[in-house]
Nanobody, 120 residues
């Protein structure tokens, strides 16, 4: 089992920045890739960014490329999402996700989410 706790959300004006954190605990040795998703009211949850175990490969949704940066600190068991040049359309609940592999069995875990609100 892996537990994920997000933090860092809040209210910010358009053009501002926020940094989200996601701290993992439990069977952290089994964690491989990690990522961030978001869900706006009335919309489906969408992928924002992912990062591989070593941090060498990162991917982003087109809507956030050049504005958001995903990173991870494996010593702290934490993944981050630096969000710059925020827009009102970035308003959503942001969720952290971890993919694990334990003895050949894959699984995934979600955090509880953190609200990000961008005012115009």
């Amino acid at each position: 089992q892996v537990q994920l706790v997000e933090s860092g959300g809040g209210l910010v004006q358009a053009g501002g920045s926020l940094r989200l954190s996601c701290a993992a605990s439990g069977s952290i040795f089994s964690i491989n890739d990690m990522g961030w998703y978001r869900q706006a009211p009335g919309k489906q949850r969408e992928l924002v960014a992912t990062i591989t175990t070593s941090g060498t490969t990162r991917s982003y949704a087109d809507s956030v490329k050049g504005r958001f940066t995903i990173s991870r600190d494996n010593a702290k068991n934490t993944v981050y999402l630096q969000m710059d040049s925020l827009k009102p359309e970035d308003t959503a609940v942001y969720y952290c996700k971890a993919w694990t592999n334990l003895n050949g069995q894959g699984a995934s875990y979600w955090g509880q989410g953190t609200q990000v609100t961008v005012s115009s």
